[in-house]
């Protein structure tokens, strides 16, 4: 009953910028800490960013200073700001909760970053 549904992914230039979204719906959104997930391929899927229900966030350190995440708890959502994007920022990125549930990952959005 859960649903996650990511957006705002695409093609960007290095040095870009990118907003990601995700919408939550079937939980109780403003008691649970909110991740940002990403997967490229052939790799595991790794933790970006995290955003506690009180607003404590932590990032991956090789986004730290680039990609912020935030929640409104009124909308239920939580995005990415991603800034100056790498090419090993090229994943497909997901928003679950922390710890993950595996009947909570939606498609995910794509995110391509190239010259």
């Known amino acids: 009953q859960v649903q996650l549904v990511e957006s705002g992914g695409g093609v960007v230039q290095p040095g870009g910028s990118l907003r990601l979204t995700c919408a939550a719906s079937?939980?109780?959104?403003?008691?649970?800490?909110m991740g940002w997930y990403r997967q490229a391929p052939g790799k595991q899927r790794e933790l970006v960013a995290h955003?506690?229900?009180?607003?404590?966030?932590t990032y991956k350190t090789s986004v730290n200073g680039r990609f912020t995440i935030s929640r409104d708890n009124a909308k239920n959502t939580v995005s990415l700001q991603m800034n100056n994007v790498e090419p090993e920022d090229t994943a497909v990125y997901y928003c679950?909760?922390?710890?993950?549930?595996?009947?909570?990952w939606g498609q995910g959005t794509q995110v391509t970053v190239s010259s």
């Open positions: 679950n909760t922390l710890p993950s549930r595996s009947g909570y």
């Open positions: 079937g939980i109780i959104f403003r008691f649970a800490t």
């Open positions: 955003i506690t229900s009180g607003g404590s966030t």
